[in-house]
């Protein structure tokens, strides 16, 4: 399968101020992540996919279509669960959800059975009937997700859905959007500025700034990007570190400070020789750890 939404040199400004200065990206099936900091464009690139505004140059496909063209078409295929909490306070969520899948296009009778399995699906079948202005923002946040998903969708983006909530609602709602993903196979786009939400559920990652791409694709691939080591700590002094060092047979740059030393790469291979080496020099290993490469670490290489 393709990409679900092709950007090629995508610009969009609101009068003098340049938001997007040559946006390339592909988002792929799956759980993708839409990481900058707060105003690096993020909403204003949901907007485009959305067909809410046209860009002023390049070339943007979702699904295979202009959304700002075949916005009508497009946005029977898409979800959104915009960053506000600013919902009708006097109507109970079901009839929110069930009007939101009516406008999308499904019969009412449909619509309100699909607004109640999605309140059920993500965790609010006993809340269902509450009217709104009653609901903490956790559960407001489970209403925008449900309103999202209630017309089975290809792709729902999801504009900051952690905002707001404790650190055990937060996790709460990121397995059930994983959860939303793999269960019933719809993609996801979340747009986020938390690196570590980001990195737990998603599988790809486009990451923005300063009006373009930094950095996007896999998140196996961008950690690839990113330079690796080991480090050990040996129970031996500099000098006899120095003559363990020599006999290394790898053209591996390796250091040492003191009693710690590190090596670019972390293959097998090269554990294994140094472990071997350690044993031939009489050198005892206190410590050996590889490098963790996070998509912190891509994040703050690719703004530099």
Same mark, same amino acid.
């Given at each position: 399968m393709g990409p679900l939404i092709s950007a090629q040199n995508v610009v969009k400004s609101y009068g003098k101020h340049a938001v997007l200065q040559g946006i390339n990206f592909e988002i792929q099936p799956g759980v993708t992540g839409l990481l900058g900091s707060n105003g690096a464009g993020k909403t204003t690139i949901l907007g485009l996919i959305l067909g809410l505004h046209p860009a002023d140059s390049g070339t943007l496909s979702v699904m295979g279509s202009d959304p700002w063209k075949a916005g009508a078409d497009v946005r029977t295929h898409l979800g959104y669960a915009p960053e506000h909490h600013t919902l009708p306070p006097d109507l109970k969520a079901s009839e929110f959800v069930?009007?939101?899948?009516?406008?999308?296009?499904?019969?009412?009778?449909?619509?309100?059975?699909?607004? #109640? %399995?999605?309140?059920?699906?993500?965790?609010?079948?006993?809340?269902?009937?509450?009217?709104?202005?009653?609901? #903490?923002?956790?559960?407001?946040?489970?209403?925008?997700?449900?309103?999202?998903?209630?017309?089975?969708?290809?792709? !729902?983006?999801?504009?900051?859905?952690?905002?707001?909530? %404790?650190?055990?609602?937060? %996790?709460?709602?990121? %397995?059930? !959007?994983?959860?939303?993903?793999?269960?019933?196979? !719809?993609?996801?786009? !979340? #747009?986020?500025?938390?690196?570590?939400?980001?990195?737990r559920i998603c599988d790809g990652v486009v990451i923005i700034g300063d009006g373009v791409t930094k950095a996007s694709g896999s998140l196996d691939e961008l950690r690839g990007t990113a330079e690796s080591f080991f480090r050990a700590e040996v129970d031996a002094d500099a000098a006899h570190v120095a003559k363990l060092l020599a006999t290394l047979e790898t053209t591996t740059p390796a250091t040492a400070d003191g009693r710690i030393i590190t090596m670019q790469g972390e293959s097998d291979e090269m554990l294994t020789q140094f472990r071997d080496a350690c044993v031939q020099h009489d050198v005892g290993i206190v410590r050996l750890e590889k490098n963790r490469v996070s998509l912190e670490d891509v994040f703050i290489e690719s703004m530099s």
């Open positions: 069930e009007h939101v899948a009516e406008l999308h296009g499904l019969p009412t009778a449909e619509a309100r059975t699909r607004a #109640s %399995d999605a309140l059920w699906l993500v965790g609010l079948g006993e809340e269902r009937f509450r009217p709104l202005g009653t609901m #903490s923002t956790g559960q407001r946040q489970r209403v925008k997700l449900a309103q999202a998903i209630a017309h089975d969708p290809k792709l !729902i983006m999801l504009d900051e859905p952690t905002d707001g909530l %404790d650190p055990a609602q937060r %996790d709460n709602m990121l %397995d059930v !959007i994983k959860n939303v993903s793999t269960e019933f196979g !719809i993609n996801v786009l !979340i #747009s986020s500025h938390l690196i570590d939400e980001v990195e």
